[in-house]
């Protein structure tokens, strides 16, 4: 716990310096970096430009101390990005909390209508979403709720040329997981982060750094894929091309097998691991199979019933 405070205390400590450079606080815990930026007329629909979040999934810490990083890099001068960027952590309730949320999950939350403003997940929603709207590029950092058997990171991209193109730049070796979009009539009851950037036809990347928790390695390659993105957000901004050939890997999409009570799955699955149509999944607790119904990728190894919130969410999602 003392090691949560005190990183919540550093990036207050670096939030403030940008501050006194000029920065601009847009709520607690949301920064705009170089607000008196005038964008080009192109852009002048997202004025922000680009948006870092962390914690959006309030037990995925990782991002905390990854933008602390990047704000002492602003603040040394050592990293110059003169175009205007948010920062922002997003469930500090949930982080308090210790949990993935408390009544709503921040990542799907975005484009919904019915969000009440009693409640701190939904009204700060509303705020991250407002800010959201100013911008035309957003990567969120996440880290998945399991320990994964791949290594990570990893990166669950929707289908869209436009965002896997903008993740090979960030990193070319990626590990990308393509997943269907959402579409704008699943909008209303709330998207994640990416699909609402989607829908909006903007870019919205989301980066799982690895198990939460927090981890040098992660911290490392958190922030290399920062600047990266930063690099990214120049390229557009200045028109400049960013179609290369690339390396890595595509994992093409991915089952989403629902998550249900009593499932156990089997031992052998690795994540990643290639099913083929009719591959035993897992085992229910009656003793009844499940089985892939078509040919697809298993994404985790196990399930603990103790992260899970929602049993309807697919599997593939919820742990991210
Ligand atoms: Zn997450």
Known sequence: MENKISALEQFDKQFNRLLQQGAKKLDPFVL????????????????????????????????????????????EKIVCFDLPLIISLNNLEAYANNSRFISFDFNRLYGRIDRSLSNYETSRSIAIQSHLEKVGFALDLHQTQLPLMHKGPFWPALESKEVINAIKFIDPYATIVKTPPKSSND??????????????????????????????????????????????????????????????????????????????????????????????????????????????YALFPKIDSQVQKDSKDPLGYLMA
């Open 32 to 75: 705009l970096l170089n607000p008196n930026f005038k964008v080009k007329d192109d852009f002048v629909k997202t004025p922000y430009l680009a948006a870092i979040m962390g914690l959006t999934h309030g037990n995925e810490i990782i991002g905390i101390t990854v933008l602390t990083e990047l704000m002492n890099l602003f603040a």
């Open 187 to 296: 909008l209303k009851n709330g998207v994640s982060c990416d699909n609402f950037m989607f829908l909006n036809q903007k870019i919205g990347i989301t980066a799982e750094l690895g198990t939460r928790g927090f981890d040098s390695y992660q911290k490392s390659y958190g922030l290399e894929i920062c600047l990266r993105f930063l690099s990214l957000v120049q390229a557009k901004y200045h028109e400049k091309t960013i179609e290369n050939s690339f390396q890595g890997q595509e994992y093409h999409t991915f089952k989403t097998l629902l998550n249900e009570n009593g499932l156990v799955l089997d031992s052998k699955l690795r994540t990643f691991f290639h099913l083929k149509k009719g591959d035993i999944v897992g085992r229910y607790q009656d003793g009844s199979l499940l089985t892939a119904e078509q040919d697809c």
